[in-house]
């Protein structure tokens, strides 16, 4: 057993039970939907299903990051019991609680000198960052130390995969990401976005795409492209969506037909309520392991 806490925000979408399962302990950002704040905890505040419907009908959401003061009462409390804490957060490329997270760290390691506090910036979301924290809990398990895990994933965070699309623009539009212009003319045109995480942890479009059986295709030939070991890929492989399990379903048919040495099923997970409050419904997103993101 490890002498030291895993830990991530709940904006790595994975679910409750692969939390506990794989010990790895989570903080909540927030939201609001309609003027009401939420814990953006995996669902139980209120059903993704609910919210995303919710989100269809025209409320709208905002979302707020993990406090320095939540953090501080957070680490605080694994630190007192004479842990260390390897916390990991959301891209610094998407959030800003990297510098929340290392604020706190720094006002705790004036109180706690003996004990280690990384704090390590993913540069992942969604379920890659939830991809990542799996390798870290399998390298854990594994026997690896604290300071090696660090160096580890400063080494070898970025060759976590992560691509997505998009069956409406109605969202990145209003989110500021697509402009009204050529959100009106993709939407006519049936045009789905493709987009990744790239070196910086941004979210970038990188292709746009017709019609959805075709960024269907085109997804799963990014994987091929940018797998380790190409179709002989056989390490993990993560989906989540934002209430389209049927498009997620499509991805995972025609990846487990191009890739039979895959370690396991394809694993689907849920958006959640932080990274869906920007994507909307209708958005699937692949994660695997694979080259280097150098753009």
Known sequence: MSNFILSCCSTADLDQEVFKSRDINFICFHFQLDGKDYPDDLGKSIPFKDFYNKMSEGLMTQTSQVTIGEYLEYFEGFLKEGKDVFHVTLSSGLSGTLNSATIARDQLKEKYPERKLYVIDSLAASSGYGLLMYKLADLRDGGMSIDDLYQWTIDHRLECQHWFFSTT????????????????IGNALNICPLMNVDYQGKLVVRSKVRGKNGVIKAIVEKMAELAANGT??????????????????????????????????VKIFSIGTTIGSHTGPGTVALFFWGKQRID
């Open 232 to 265: 002989d890929y056989n390490g993990d492989c993560f989906i989540s969506n934002s209430d389209c399990l049927d498009d997620a379903q499509a991805v995972v048919d025609l990846i487990e037909k191009k890739f039979p040495n895959m370690k396991g099923k």
């Open 169 to 184: 623009l109605k969202y990145f539009v209003r989110g500021g990401r697509i402009s009204k212009v050529s959100g009106a």
